[in-house]
């Protein structure tokens, strides 16, 4: 069975991504999906139905409940009185301190002990955190997200836990995800490589993928994005060759003028006057 996969954008300033809610609810989806991240709930207030595809959970006031890594899940149950923080964190950020770094583990929390005592206390102070992304409380909130790491491998594994994943399956959701990086960060260099760990792809299979999906490579729809940005600065900013190549993400202006040639015949001046008469 397929079900939606997301792609999630961690944060600039720590390998996480932070929603709390209601400040940020049209940054959330709660429909059925599942993604590469670990996830945490803290509900502070009100409530929250976390629905799995063989369960139904009710948090409340003061509950924490984790998801791991692939788990299928959606959100419902919630008002305008609901007030509740969800920390994503990649597998990656914290199988350096796992015994094997290769694998990776499964955790399940359990009300009442220690550690979900630590962790519900150290997602209380991470949601009374007034700025999530400002300079001076990204200290506090990398401290904080550290120690719930802490006792979640030292006291959480549970390498026999069961759950139902998402399939890989070959639809459209991470060629649009990676169309949406790219458009939104075009004028830097984006590898392959990059592009790939985004969507939770290796190189080799987020290329074919790709390819398979656009029917043109990845550095091939990259460069037509480049492309377009490139000429629509020609023609409203009057950039000069040079300038609306480099401000645009190509290495050079060689680089902008073969591009322009293989996708229109014409090299960008051309394309300037053509588009002007």
């Not at 919630?78 to 301190?97: C, G, L, M, T, W």
């Not at 519900?120 to 700025?131: F, I, M």
């Not at 995800?177 to 190189?203: C, F, H, R």
């Amino acid at each position: 069975m397929r079900y939606k996969r997301f792609s999630i954008e961690l944060s600039k300033n720590y390998m996480a991504k932070l929603f709390r809610c209601p400040e940020q609810n049209d940054e959330f989806d709660f429909t059925l999906h599942w993604h590469r991240e670990y996830e945490l709930i803290y509900v502070q207030k009100g409530s929250l139905t976390v629905r799995k595809l063989d369960s139904e959970n009710i948090l409340t006031d003061g509950d924490v409940y984790f998801m791991n890594s692939e788990e299928v899940h959606s959100y419902s149950g919630f008002d305008e009185n609901s007030r509740f923080i969800v920390v994503n964190f990649p597998p990656k950020a914290i199988q350096p301190y796992f015994e094997n770094p290769q694998d990776i583990l499964t955790f399940k929390i359990e009300k009442g002990t220690l550690a979900f005592n630590k962790i519900s206390t150290s997602l209380k102070a991470l949601n009374e955190c007034k700025n999530l992304e400002g300079r001076l409380e990204t200290l506090k909130i990398r401290a904080i997200l550290n120690n719930t790491c802490y006792y979640l491998i030292k006291y959480c594994s549970h390498p026999e836990l069961t759950f139902i994943k998402g399939s890989d399956s070959e639809d459209f959701d991470c060629a649009k995800s990676a169309i949406i990086y790219m458009e939104k960060n075009y004028s830097k260099a984006i590898p392959l490589s990059e592009i790939a760990d985004y969507v939770g792809m290796t190189p080799a299979h987020f290329s074919a993928y790709f390819k398979d999906k656009t029917e043109v490579t990845f550095s091939r729809y990259l460069r037509k994005i480049r492309l377009d940005h490139a000429l629509e600065d020609m023609r409203k900013n009057n950039a000069s060759v040079k300038a609306a190549a480099l401000n645009n993400g190509f290495p050079n202006v060689n680089s902008l003028i073969i591009t322009c040639k293989e996708e229109f015949g014409r090299t960008p001046l051309e394309m300037k006057h053509f588009a002007s008469t």
